[in-house]
């Protein structure tokens, strides 16, 4: 095949430098040209005659989407040419290792390390699924890891993005995937599922845990369709060292049917982040593949098989929000709690798929400071880890929706924003001022620091009518 | 920036409420795909208002509801038939000269106007799957083909390679529509809906950043309904109007 790059050295203003890389679908050069701040590289498709029409398909499917994507987990656009004319596409050249050259390097991962990179990851999938868009080619490759841990997702030319015509429906089905990471409703032509994108997650955890390939490399329709009645050999067989909660994770977003997957990145992100808060069930425990009997079964079942067309995908998580609710455990017996309790019994009613977050921030503690009255050392974490879970019963909450957290903080204000912001919370659930804070003017109680500063929504809980808070007079 | 309004139906209030907000978006040009009557009870209010666009440079093709007014031979539902009867007695002589005299079908620059199918326009063919959207854009030979007659907005596109896709767009996201690829749109109808949705619809297109924006306005469709049944016209005209379908 002759080469098609065109021969000139500069497109709209943009000088071609060296030449990264040269592959099925196309080229990427770096490029220098209107100042942006930061490095910039040049896709261009391979065109003309005798190129598969399907590189040229999802050149233009990441043109359309990419420069409509905002947030730090994407490299960033700066530029696309008329398709008509002289298709490119230049976008920050994001400073990092992808997945895959770290894999490549080292092999297996430690836990820890699989969890901090893994949340990473999540947290760059519920933002793009937060923009109605779906990578759906999310593998090794595609992700860069910044120095400073957060993760880059790279090369949209699969992806799906809800408010935009589908340019690869029907075009061109699984065969472009990555076949050890494509989801089983993929293999269905199901392309507007995000729950797809934390299957592919789940592989790629699977791999980083264990050097190992969860349905290995098909090559084949068949062979890819294996996954949808065969079982993967847990994580632990392949390496006992992995602890149980990391199997939990890994196994639940590889399940073959998505309603039993985590139902939003946000959830797997806060998992892999809090290890000693994920419920463990039978899948932690997995220390052998499913009988030959029930694999058959779900053979028999999985020929069926069709997958229901679905909403927006940020409709879609929004069906799985993550509440936080701050609880004042310093005054448990405030005539507020139960209005607190009760809003957020609300607010729960509303989904299914919640996940509550309570949290306690306590004032952190001096040295010495105090002490058990039967002389032993007085336990704070403990104690208000106890009224926590003392709140919280009334709700009646499954243990697995559920989180506790005692945080010590100067600044319980800027420690909750912190919180919520990490946990990529959705609702915050706050009382209004407390007794302590009656002396202070709003602008200064703990309620106003943080629907100031929030990222989300906060709901804040004010009892009615409440002698002197309302400004009426007693 | 071209706003595309059709199937207007008579619904002054709709129209208003469309124009004003292709205005405010900063539309510089009007193009009307045809039925500007039937359904609704402001037939001269609606002609007289896109005949006073027309003599200042906008375009205007024919729909089948306009053609059944000089046509008694056609076929329509009863309450449709029943519309045009009535509208009939109400339409200006100078009205129905004014539709009369519209073309089936416009082509400007890379662009083909036409109220339903350009496969044959008289036939008013119905495009509503990606087969008689190929048919259409093909038949039409523009790069953008824009029409109505179907009333729910819909975006067909065809490939170089001839495949073709289609997408149900969202009120006010911009969709990339480059030259690169032939486009269909239909626009979707300002006075009368057929998804449970109320809201009037109408699209704008940006001949410069080739791009399309498929809008849905709110707009008074008590008052709509109210002259519907005060004009006498069938009740599921005027419900049809205040439940969108």
Redesign the interface.
């Known amino acids: 095949m002759p080469e098609q790059t065109p021969s000139l050295k500069q497109i709209d203003g943009f000088v071609l430098g060296e030449r990264i890389h040269s592959g099925a679908m196309g080229y990427i050069h770096r490029v220098s040209g209107p100042e942006t701040g930061f490095p910039m590289i040049m896709k261009l498709p391979r065109v003309g005659a005798g190129e598969a029409?399907e590189g040229l398909?999802a050149f233009?499917t990441e043109a359309?989407i990419l420069p409509v994507l905002k947030g730090p987990y994407i490299a960033r656009f700066v530029a696309a040419g008329?398709?008509?004319r002289v298709p490119y596409l230049v976008i920050e050249w994001v400073e990092g290792r992808s997945l895959q050259y770290l894999l490549d390097q080292r092999g297996r991962f430690a836990a820890e390390e699989v969890a901090r990179t893994g949340a990473a990851i999540a947290d760059a999938l519920h933002s793009l699924h937060r923009q109605d868009t779906i990578h759906l080619d999310l593998k090794p490759d595609n992700v860069i890891l910044r120095p400073d841990g957060t993760a880059v997702l790279i090369d949209f030319g699969l992806a799906h993005h809800a408010?935009?015509?589908?340019?690869l429906?029907?075009?061109m089905r699984f065969a472009s995937g990555s076949t050890p990471y494509i989801s089983p409703e993929q293999l269905y032509d199901t392309r507007s599922d995000p729950r797809s994108d934390l299957f592919a997650l789940g592989v790629i955890l699977y791999e980083m845990a264990t050097a190992q390939l969860p349905f290995g490399v098909p090559e084949t329709l068949s062979g890819m369709r294996n996954r949808l009645w065969l079982d993967p050999v847990p994580p632990r067989v392949h390496h006992a060292g992995i602890p149980g909660w990391l199997q939990e994770v890994i196994l639940r977003c590889i399940e073959v049917r998505a309603q039993y997957r985590y139902q939003s990145a946000a959830h797997v992100a806060f998992d892999l982040r809090h290890p000693d808060q994920v419920r463990l069930t039978v899948r932690a425990a997995k220390s052998d593949k499913a009988g030959v009997l029930a694999q058959l079964k779900r053979w028999w079942l999985a020929r069926g098989e069709r997958i229901a067309p679905l909403s927006l995908p940020n409709v879609r998580i929004g069906t799985a929000p993550v509440i936080m609710v701050a609880v004042d455990t310093t005054h448990p017996d405030d005539e507020r709690q139960p209005a607190i309790r009760r809003a957020t019994a609300q607010v729960l009613s509303l989904s299914a798929e919640f996940r509550l977050i309570c949290v306690a921030v306590i004032r952190a503690e001096l040295p010495g400071e105090a002490a058990g009255e039967s002389g032993t050392p007085y336990d704070a974490h403990l104690d208000h880890r106890v009224r926590l879970r003392n709140w919280v019963d009334p709700l009646k909450m499954p243990s697995n929706r559920l989180s506790l957290h005692v945080i010590e903080a100067a600044s319980p204000a800027s420690m909750l924003l912190e919180f919520a912001r990490r946990n990529n919370v959705d609702l915050i659930i706050i009382g209004a001022p407390g007794p302590a804070q009656q002396a202070l003017a709003w602008w200064r109680s703990v309620a106003s620091g943080v629907t100031a500063g929030a990222h989300c929504s906060v709901h804040v809980v004010r009892v009615a009518g409440r002698q002197g808070e309302d400004g009426t007079p007693p | 920036m071209i706003a595309l309004l059709s199937d207007i139906h008579a619904n002054l209030e709709a129209l208003n409420a469309c124009l004003a907000h292709a205005r405010a978006q900063g539309a510089t040009r009007y193009v009307f795909l045809g039925d500007f009557i039937g359904y609704g009870a402001d037939p001269q209010g609606v002609v007289d208002l896109i005949a006073d666009h027309v003599a200042r440079g906008a375009v205007a093709v024919q729909g089948n509801h306009d053609a059944a007014l000089e046509n008694r031979a056609g076929r329509m539902n009863d309450a449709a038939q029943q519309a045009i009867d009535w509208t009939r007695g109400v339409l200006s002589e100078g009205g129905r000269s004014f539709l009369r005299s519209l073309p089936l079908c416009v082509h400007e620059d890379q662009m083909c106007f036409v109220h339903a199918s350009a496969i044959r326009p008289e036939r008013w063919v119905y495009v509503d799957d990606k087969t008689a959207a190929y048919e259409s854009i093909h038949a039409g030979g523009a790069i953008y083909t824009f029409s109505g007659h179907v009333h729910d907005q819909m975006?067909y596109?065809l490939?170089?390679?001839g495949?073709m896709?289609?997408?149900r767009p969202?009120s006010g996201?911009v969709?990339?529509a480059?030259?690169?690829r032939q486009w269909l749109a239909i626009v979707g109808a300002v006075g009368q809906q057929r998804d449970n949705n109320p809201a009037a619809g109408y699209t704008l297109f940006d001949p410069v950043r080739k791009d399309i924006v498929f809008f849905r306005v709110p707009y008074d469709t008590e008052a709509a309904a109210r002259k519907i049944r005060a004009a006498g016209l069938p009740e599921s005209l005027a419900l049809q109007i205040e439940q969108g379908g």
Do not use: I, Q, W, Y
């Open positions: 029409g398909l233009e359309m008329d398709l008509a408010r935009f015509p589908d340019l429906a029907e075009e | 975006l596109s490939s170089a390679v495949k896709t289609s997408f969202l996201n969709v990339p480059g030259s690169h």
